[in-house]
């Protein structure tokens, strides 16, 4: 079991190196938005690691640091 957490985590790391974006505070550093598809095209692993997000309800770029949740903008989700 501890094997398998481990080789989890190894697959987390590869993953949010092959994004090419810097990694800092829990959260790849994407200066452009990215939509829930496109995040689902790169690893399902780290979908929620994104920091800059594009609402799924209205399209809106917003900031997971400062509002909204999973890939709702703080106005969708309030
Ligand atoms: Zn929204």
């Given at each position: 079991?501890?094997?398998?957490?481990?080789?989890?985590?190894?697959?987390?790391?590869?993953?949010?190196?092959?994004?090419?974006?810097p990694f800092g505070g829990g959260l790849i550093q994407n200066a452009e938005s990215i939509t829930f598809e496109e995040a689902k095209e790169y690893n399902p692993l780290i979908i929620l690691r994104w920091r800059t997000r594009q609402c799924v309800s209205?399209?809106?770029?917003?900031?997971?640091?400062?509002?909204?949740?999973?890939?709702?903008?703080?106005?969708?989700?309030?």
């Open positions: 079991m501890k094997y398998q957490g481990w080789e989890m985590e190894n697959e987390v790391h590869e993953s949010l190196k092959l994004t090419g974006h209205c399209s809106q770029v917003f900031d997971i640091t400062s509002q909204g949740l999973l890939y709702k903008c703080g106005v969708c989700v309030g």
